[in-house]
């Protein structure tokens, strides 16, 4: 599971709801719900990280099928992140001091509208609905998401102000978006060096 920083100051580590990706940096505000999703209906203040730190490389999971559900999620039309302006300016400073470092970031979200988590709980609740399952949750039974931790009703990427960012190219021994015990920051169940990175950049 990622560490988690938000602009305020404060580290937490193994929280649960959406955040067991190891390696991964959030950055959050619980400011405001931001409910839309195309350019044009954004509130303001919101920009593209394309046009702040144009070298942050995006894969914007959310907008295809390589997600825990298997399919596009409702509300995300294009593979672009968009964020509070704040957030994409302290986003760029991460990546000039990781590129410094010989190092790179990866956003795999960033602003997520309501109706794509309202679609994650959907999803959540529909047993049937397995596709996913193998690469995304295989030692954890669907039902079992929720009261796991796995899947939230609210999320603070409704606000704009949170983004999932990684260390492009590094090994932290599972997947984005692993429901499973082996997403947690200190699991002994992977690779020496998987577990090397999750500490180092817990700390970073």
């Known amino acids: 599971m990622e560490p988690r920083f938000d602009l305020a100051g404060e580290t937490r580590q193994n929280q649960p709801a959406m955040n067991h ?55 995300y039309a294009a593979a672009e992140c968009w964020l509070r ?21 990866v956003v795999y979200d960033c602003y997520r509208p309501q109706r794509a988590t309202d679609a994650f709980v959907k999803w959540a609740n529909d047993d049937a609905d397995q596709i996913a399952k193998d690469r995304f949750f295989p030692g954890i039974e669907k039902r079992a998401l929720f ?22 190219g590094l090994d932290f021994g599972t997947t984005f978006d692993f429901f499973d015990p082996r997403s947690s920051t200190n699991s002994l169940l992977v690779t020496r060096a998987a577990a090397t990175n999750r500490r180092t950049h817990s700390k970073s």
């Not at 390696?23 to 195309?38: D, E, H, M, R, W």
């Open 21 to 75: 990706r190891p390696g991964f940096i959030t950055f959050a505000y619980s400011l405001f719900a931001a409910a839309c999703a195309t350019a044009s209906e954004l509130p303001p203040r919101f920009v593209r990280l394309a046009d702040v730190a144009p070298s942050i490389r995006q894969d914007i999971r959310y907008a295809g099928s390589d997600n825990f559900t298997g399919r596009p999620v409702p509300g």
């Open 147 to 168: 009261s796991q931790g796995y899947i939230s009703r609210r999320s603070s990427h409704s606000t704009g102000l949170a983004v999932d960012i990684a260390i492009d």
């Open 85 to 105: 302006k704040e957030a994409a300016l302290a986003l760029a400073t991460v990546q000039t001091d990781a590129l410094k470092q010989g190092l790179k970031l």
